[in-house]
């Protein structure tokens, strides 16, 4: 079986041959490695070509800078291997990873197998500070078991909702992908990996967890060469994205009762709030105010779902929202989430480093 790995590269050379070792000295030797130069404007891309020249198991991809997300699309349409695997340019994959990836494939039938990572300083002289197991065991689950632990929010070590949040440390199926046209949305500067994710678990029916450390993961201070440390205001439109995907296999699941469905909703409207407060607290930052966006809300239908199975259970927790949010006056709404956008602030300051996650 071959196993196509995607190498979204974009100005990290100084770290892509301890990527690229990792992948081309694998135990497991079927593999084809897709690096994808995303425009670099350091030696990249003449790094890439390096290895290509000297390993037929390499395969470049030179193209425009259009982001991660486009990189890792430009990646799947060239892979050719039965599974697929992700792994970032500036993290790096243990030597047996694969191998055990592909025996639990084979060996589970499942349709996606996910593992642990670890995560790595780049200061040599400090220790490895964390070792993150998703599950303290070998089980296969199915996908709705895996969705629900994912909308509960049991996203700590030790959930299989934290191996699902990302693309890196998991295989999937090509065939999966391919015949459901499951691509990476490019509208998402950040989280698109999440949506992947999301898609591929309404077609696969078993998520097999390896008990090893797969994946590689690595912090440079306070923040990754392919960094997470923005405040991004938009992130709503992110989850309202996500949870719509895992809601449709919630919907047409059988055994799930009324009362887990209820808990599911509830939990994501009560998130729904708090992510809108934020928004509001940053929202010169969209290009027409928050108005649309809340507009937009208000008339979805999962949400107006949400609303109406959401009560306040804290005394901070407002009665007004979901009402305004049944009733869908968004005007008034906005009003009432600027006040609350105003303590917000007040508590907690702004930050400076903010940008959007959804490209215009």
Known sequence: MTVSIIVPIYNTEEYL???????????????????????????????????????????????????????RNAGLI????????????????PLYAIERFVNAMDESAADMAVGAYIEKSNNLSSRDFATRYCLPHYETYTSTQAIIS??????????????????????????????????????????NDSLFVADYLNFAKNIYNVFSIQYIYYQYGDERVQGMSWLYPDRL?????????????????QGISEDIKNALLFKFFDNM???????????????????????????????YEASQVYYPTRLTDSRVIPMLFK?????????????????????YGKSSHVRLMVRG
């Open 17 to 71: 041959k301890r990527c690229v070792d990792s992948l081309v000295n694998q135990s497991y030797h079927d593999i084809e490695v897709l690096l994808v130069d995303d425009g670099s404007t350091d030696s990249s891309g003449l790094i890439c070509d390096e290895y290509a020249a000297t390993d037929v198991r390499v395969c470049v991809i030179h193209k425009p800078n259009s982001g991660e997300a486009s990189a």
């Open 78 to 93: 060239k892979a050719t291997g039965q599974y697929v695997m992700f792994c970032d340019s500036d993290d790096e994959l």
């Open 150 to 191: 994912i909308l509960r929010g049991e996203e700590g070590p030790g959930q299989i909702g934290h191996a699902l949040s990302a693309v890196n440390g998991s295989i999937f199926k090509r065939s999966i992908i391919f015949d459901n046209k499951i691509m990476f949305d490019e509208k998402f500067v950040i989280g």
């Open 237 to 253: 439109k992110l989850y309202v994205t996500m949870f719509g995907k895992f809601w449709r296999v919630i919907a047409t699941s």
């Open 273 to 303: 709030i708090a992510e809108m407060v934020k928004a509001v607290a940053y929202e010169e930052y969209f290009f027409d105010g928050f108005l649309p966006e809340l507009t937009e809300l208000v008339n979805t239908s999962l949400v």
């Open 327 to 347: 009733l869908k006056q968004s005007r008034l709404l906005l009003l009432t989430l600027r006040r609350r956008a105003k303590k917000h602030i007040e508590k």
